[in-house]
Antibody, heavy 117, light 107 residues
Framework: EVQLVESGGGLVQPGRSLKLSCLASGFTFSNYGMNWIRQAPGKGLEWVASISSSSSYIYYADTVKGRFTISRDNAKNTLYLQMTSLRSEDTALYYC??????????WGQGVMVTVSS | DIQMTQSPSFLSASVGERVTLSCKASQNINKYLDWYQQKLGEAPKLLIYNTNNLHTGIPSRFSGSGSGTDYTLTISSLQPEDVATYFCLQRNSWPLTFGSGTKLEIK
């Protein structure tokens, strides 16, 4: 069974940093592109970042470019999102999702990040 | 960036009714359009990919169509379990962009 479990969220002050993790199981992690997608409370979905299976291709939303870094460790079956210079508008539930040629087929349950003083 | 506009924002329909949701892109997205269903308190779920392909396990009452900039999701006979918010996503070009969603409820 495919599982994606996010961790590392919490309450953080503006300007500080936080690192999210997504532990994958039930599939060959190194064969799939992975993504972070977020959802502010009561709002819609926003794609944040994408990384290819071998980390050769990385893309970011304009709203996080230069502040967030997506990475992965295929030996540990883990996806990461390093977030720096956090702002109140980064407050959201952060999902990791597996990408296939036909979209995002598996999602984690999400981890909450709250940026507030 | 490609902007995705969904309409309506909110829709109330009766059980058994045919329902159509719309998604319009600001430029041609070459049918790289997916639909996701998000029920309250849950992660989104892939329904349809590349405009008209039903994802594994999705009931056949869901279908998609469209081309160019205009795309639709149709539920042929609305069921109580279809209450959710539906989002479209374009995967034609980076950055990937979602529509703002259509919230569907039972009348």
């Amino acid at each position: 069974e495919v599982q994606l479990v996010e961790s590392g969220g919490g309450l953080v002050q503006p300007g500080r940093s936080l690192k999210l993790s997504c532990l994958a199981s039930g599939f060959t992690f190194s064969n799939y592109g992975m993504n972070w997608i977020r959802q502010a409370p009561g709002k819609g979905l926003e794609w944040v970042a994408s990384i290819s299976s071998s980390s050769s291709y990385i893309y970011y939303a304009d709203t996080v470019k230069g502040r967030f870094t997506i990475s992965r460790d295929n030996a540990k079956n883990t996806l990461y999102l390093q977030m720096t210079s956090l702002r109140s508008e980064d407050t959201a539930l952060y999902y990791c999702a597996r990408r296939i040629s036909s979209g995002f087929d598996y999602w984690g349950q999400g981890v909450m990040v709250t940026v507030s003083s | 960036d490609i902007q995705m506009t969904q309409s309506p924002s909110f829709l109330s329909a009766s059980v058994g009714e045919r329902v159509t949701l719309s998604c319009k892109a600001s430029q041609n997205i070459n049918k790289y359009l997916d639909w996701y269903q998000q029920k309250l308190g849950e992660a989104p779920k892939l329904l349809i990919y590349n405009t008209n392909n039903l994802h594994t396990g999705i009931p056949s009452r869901f279908s998609g169509s469209g081309s160019g900039t205009d795309y639709t999701l149709t539920i042929s006979s609305l069921q109580p379990e279809d209450v959710a918010t539906y989002f479209c996503l374009q995967r034609n070009s980076w950055p990937l962009t979602f529509g703002s969603g259509t919230k569907l409820e039972i009348k």
